[in-house]
């Protein structure tokens, strides 16, 4: 990363936590995040129409704000990280209690360790007759992840994405975790983001999900991303509804964007056209330079 400028301490606010859910496949990531996305207190509204992005964002009961990434699988939490965009604040570890810890459980856990990002144990399926959490959290000892009902300091919980049992439970955690880790950004400033995902939309053109890292993200600023540039035409929420500006973690749609950027790409605001042309042209020349350098013969 080039970035140097760091904010000064009294520009910073707190900011949501950003949480990615893991596990193995079938343990219940997909319905969990449905699940969670329906304790939204917003999610009656008018016009809310859910549009799949890839993160969301839940206003919960206490009127706090947290971000989930909305890609089940740990495809794009590795692809991310590989190219240095390390977004997620927290990991939900989703073990169903009837099958216990699978290879992707244990490879989660290690992408979890790898990143240093701090874990929440979500032992889910515990509606069903055959759960044993106990196993699960005996089970977990055995990949160096100790819970507090182990005496451990990884929080654990046990749900159902099913009935909803132990959903806020799992939420007040995640706010617990966030409040220990003192998550800040400053929103006064030109905005930096990170692309979630990216896709060309036949009638609006290239479309990419950002995540604001800092900053306020606004209509009408100038932009880079990636070897792309633009301009903010407009932003849409994972409601679908139109904004105008996009605060510190939260995931927006971004229309106006000259090409489509890739998952990963750091999008950063600029102060004129010129600028934003200079930077992605020559980083569309280092990209086609480095694609000659690794061509093969
Ligand atoms: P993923 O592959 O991890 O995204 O898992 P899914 O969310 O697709 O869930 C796999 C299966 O488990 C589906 O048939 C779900 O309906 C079921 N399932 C998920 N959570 C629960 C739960 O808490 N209780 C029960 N009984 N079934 C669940």
Known sequence: DTSVDVDAPETLKSRPPVV???GHVDHGKTSLLDALRGTDVVKG???GITQHMGAYQIKTKGGDLVTFLDTPGHAAFTQ???RGANVTDIVILVVAADDGIMPQTIEAINHTKAAGVPMIV???KIDKHEANAQRVRERLLEHEVVVEAMSGDVQDVEISAKTGVG???LIEKILLQAELMELKANPDREAEATVIEAKLDKGKGPLATVLVNRGTLKVGDILVVGTESGRVRAMLDDKGRQVKAAPPSMPVEVLGIG???MAGDKLT???SEQRAREVSSYRQEQATAKRTATAPA
């Open 45 to 47: 509204e008018a016009g």
């Open 122 to 124: 979500a032992i889910n």
């Open 20 to 22: 990615a859910i893991m």
């Open 80 to 82: 991310m990280r590989m």
């Open 167 to 169: 959903l806020d439970e």
């Open 259 to 261: 090409g489509v950027p």
């Open 269 to 271: 605001v600029v102060e």
